[in-house]
Nanobody, 115 residues
Framework: QVQLVESGGGWVHPGGSLRLSCAAS????????MGWYRQSPGKQRELVAT???????IYADSVQGRFTISRDNFKNAVHLQMNSLEPEDTAVYYC?????????WGQGTQVTVSS
């Protein structure tokens, strides 16, 4: 059974930074893509960033230039470096991974941006 475990969430002032990590229980070479979604209260879950096996990445317009997604193939992990955080970035962040037929989700980690 595939498990995705997130870490790195927390509370930060506006303008601050956080780094999220997602550790997979199997080799991430099994996945065509991995990345992050987020969900705020009363809103739908939305894509934040995703990175494909070949290394190409996609970002939501709202985080472009502030967030960077990366893969660590040796540690079977994906990271999301979040800089210049804004209150609007407050959400539960979920790691996801896709193989040919299934999408897997982590349990989520809370990110709160507030003064």
């Amino acid at each position: 059974q595939v498990q995705l475990v997130e870490s790195g969430g927390g509370w930060v002032h506006p303008g601050g930074s956080l780094r999220l990590s997602c550790a997979a229980s199997i080799s991430i070479f099994n996945f065509n893509a991995m990345g992050w979604y987020r969900q705020s209260p009363g809103k739908q879950r939305e894509l934040v960033a995703t990175i494909r096996k070949i290394g190409s990445s996609i970002y939501a317009d709202s985080v472009q230039g502030r967030f960077t997604i990366s893969r660590d193939n040796f540690k079977n992990a994906v990271h999301l470096q979040m800089n210049s955080l804004e209150p609007e970035d407050t959400a539960v962040y979920y790691c996801h991974a896709e193989d040919r037929s299934t999408t897997f989700w982590g349990q989520g980690t809370q990110v709160t941006v507030s003064s």
